[in-house]
């Protein structure tokens, strides 16, 4: 079983549509939770944290579910350029942190 | 946001010699740089951590002795692919992390390496 398992996508949404990513992780140790935004060819980008009281920043909403072992990305609105790679990234500390990738969840928004 | 570069972007490289890359971290001190590879369409996979003047903890899977990592400083940490070899082609990405944010990592624009 992967570490950090999310869907494969692709998701093809029209403009305006509001779209849900999830994500669940192997390891119940894990301490930090991130969404990650990869555009074609380029490095990842931090999208935002995700805490266990669910945090939202504008059109994007994450969600922790800890006992579940479950994330979750939430897009409202989606624009033209919400187009990319979402990464669930996992943080634990295993004689010094660091991070597990998912494979990651290709979104395509069209006009 | 802090920034980190890489150096070079784009390598094309033979079979057989050894491609240098580097990670710098402009306008903060990293304790701790990670290095990934990235094949197409594919995670990023994380090949090794570096914490500054110390050897560096290599993922399974992973040979030491093929990817040479040094971290000499606290803003410079270098990844050497020896004896590269068409297998190895694939995008590599160093990011960084500074001792006051714990948590955040600072990716470098990532390197192409082809060896022909």
């Known amino acids: 079983r992967k570490e950090v398992e999310q869907d494969p996508g692709p998701f093809n949404v029209p403009e305006g549509a509001t779209v849900a990513f999830n994500c669940t992780y192997s390891n119940s140790a894990s301490q930090s939770f991130f969404w990650y935004r990869q555009d074609c060819r380029k490095e990842p980008k931090l999208l935002m944290s995700?805490?266990?009281s669910g945090n939202e920043d504008g059109r994007f909403t994450a969600q922790l579910n800890r006992a579940s072992q479950y994330i979750s990305l939430l897009i409202r609105d989606s624009k033209l350029s919400d187009s990319a790679t979402y990464l669930c990234v996992v943080g634990l500390l295993t004689g010094g942190f660091k991070t597990i990738f998912g494979a990651g969840t290709r979104l395509f928004v069209k006009a | 946001g802090a920034v980190v570069s890489q150096h070079p972007s784009r390598v094309i490289c033979k079979s057989g010699t050894s491609v240098k890359i580097e990670c710098r971290s402009l306008?903060?001190?990293?304790?701790?740089m990670f290095w990934y590879r990235q094949f197409p369409k594919q995670s990023l996979m994380l090949m090794a951590t570096?914490?500054?003047?110390?050897?560096?903890?290599?993922e399974q899977g992973v040979e030491k002795d093929k990817f040479l990592i040094n971290h000499a400083s606290l803003t410079l940490s270098t990844l050497t692919v020896t004896s590269a070899h068409p297998e190895d082609s694939s995008f590599y990405i160093c990011?960084?992390?500074?001792?006051?944010?714990?948590?955040?990592?600072?990716f470098g624009p990532g390197t192409r390496l082809l060896v022909l």
């Open positions: 306008d903060f001190q990293a304790t701790t």
């Open positions: 990011s960084a992390r500074s001792g006051l944010a714990q948590e955040t990592q600072y």
């Open positions: 570096s914490n500054e003047g110390s050897k560096a903890t290599y």
């Open positions: 995700v805490y266990s």
